[in-house]
């Protein structure tokens, strides 16, 4: 494991925003969904491919509160260009459980 500073810590953007669109995405080598987010105004709604079909709908993620990474580079997945990174835990059967705040708070609101 890699010991990183606080500094460097304080540069990622981890902020709750709210699911408002998930799509299929048929054509990503492994089962994932399109999400759209919004991350509050001064955001504004990012899109990303999530692997999360083993646990999540798309009727239950729809209004679902995650925590996303906002301030990485947009990164190209097959036709589908990710402008964050949604957060989660791996299980040992490689299903993803999200990251997700215990209680409501405003999109936009940064990891303390």
Known sequence: MDIISWEEFGVVELRTGTVIEVTDFPEARKPAYKLKVDFGPDIGVK??????????????????????????????IGPFRSECLITGFYRPDGAVVLAVPEQAVQNGSKLA
């Open 47 to 76: 899109q990303s491919s999530a692997q999360i079909t083993a646990l999540y709908s798309k009727e239950q993620l729809l209004g679902k509160q995650v925590i996303g990474v906002v301030n990485f580079p947009t990164k190209q």
